[in-house]
């Protein structure tokens, strides 16, 4: 059964997945890098990177991943729908390498990019973009991607079945939070914490099937 | 040199350390035993309770301290000002063992329980209190009891030498969070993470002297 995952969600202390205010020059806002400092510190993304818990966890990002949801504040900064030639912040060969639907009211044209990476545009419902990363997943896994109101938005419809999630400790103060009307979200998952040497804390939440 | 100290704070995954409403039946309102099951799960508060990292961190609460200061909201529900016989939470034994100077706009007379605690009354200040607790505590430490408004009001006056904290893995929605208008306080802290089989992380931030 396919499953809808998601990986290297990295949130500070107090909750926020991404600073403010967001721009071309700064995707997540007064955060910098961050939130994702441990993952960059990791073989994941440096090949003379570190190889221990950090990266058992960041290369799972890819594994068995047959297609990406994201949302609209991940794909660009605000106003990219009014720039036709917006083709992500990836580059010529984006890290997806999968058919990538992004959650837009604006759809557009999709987009084929090299390593097997084509961004889809959907004006949807959780539900229905679900839907349809499905059936082009085929059997594999559906990734998750985020920005925080995406995510907030498919773990309020049910949708997740494995979440993991980094906690930087750092506070940010302000940006977007993931937890906002989540309460008791963790009731029908397994949760575990494990904390690294490089000080993030790693959790996983994995559905409990009945 | 004496140091102000936070010990065994516990905080939900989306930093609320109480919930809502407080009140006599339900001091911590919706949140119940759920912030605290894994210290009452410990040596600490139960003698046939684990020996591992919950209670290593945990009875560090006692070691060391001259004097705690605590908010009024620890002290008794909303409105114990109007009970001229509201000696506390923890009857005629409080586990404090020390004088305990609680902060309230409407202070009352001293009163002294049995096993060496005497809760003595403030309208002061965060540092105008911690020169009085001081002085109370001799060459120990002061413990900084919370709750979480007072608390951020020692850690924005920077007033902290040690927060010891606790996150529990759920997601309480609603309450008193701790970390609002926070941002960057890691700076100044050596931060330890490190989390323990009962599913909780321990937290430390410790101040660097320069």
Redesign the interface.
């Known amino acids: 059964m396919s499953r809808t995952r998601v990986h290297n969600f990295s949130i500070s202390?107090?909750?926020f997945a991404t600073g403010e205010p967001q721009s071309a020059e700064a995707p997540f806002g007064h955060a910098g890098q961050r939130l994702h400092t441990w993952m960059m510190a990791t073989r994941f993304w440096d090949p003379s990177g570190s190889d221990g818990v950090d990266h058992a966890f960041a290369q799972r990002h890819s594994d068995g991943i047959g297609a990406e949801i994201m949302g609209a504040h991940k794909f660009g900064p605000p106003g990219w729908q009014d720039d036709p030639d917006w083709t992500g912040w990836w580059g010529e060969n984006p890290p997806f390498h999968t058919p990538v639907f992004v959650l837009t009211h604006r759809p557009r044209s999709s987009i084929e990019l090299d390593g097997g990476t084509t961004f889809h545009f959907l004006d949807a419902s959780p539900d229905h973009a679900l839907a349809v990363a499905r059936e082009a997943a085929g059997d594999l896994d559906v990734r998750i991607g985020g920005g925080p109101s995406m995510l907030r938005d498919f773990l309020a419809a049910d949708l997740i079945d494995h979440l993991h999630l980094v906690?930087v400790?750092?506070?940010?103060?302000?940006g977007v939070?993931l937890?906002?009307?989540?309460?008791?979200?963790?009731s029908g998952f397994e949760?575990?914490?494990?904390?690294?040497p490089s000080?993030?804390?790693h959790?996983t939440f994995t559905r409990v099937r009945s």
């Open positions: 202390l107090d909750g906690v400790p750092i506070v940010l103060g302000r939070r937890w906002d009307g989540l309460e008791g979200i963790e949760v575990e914490s494990v904390s690294s000080g993030v804390t959790l």
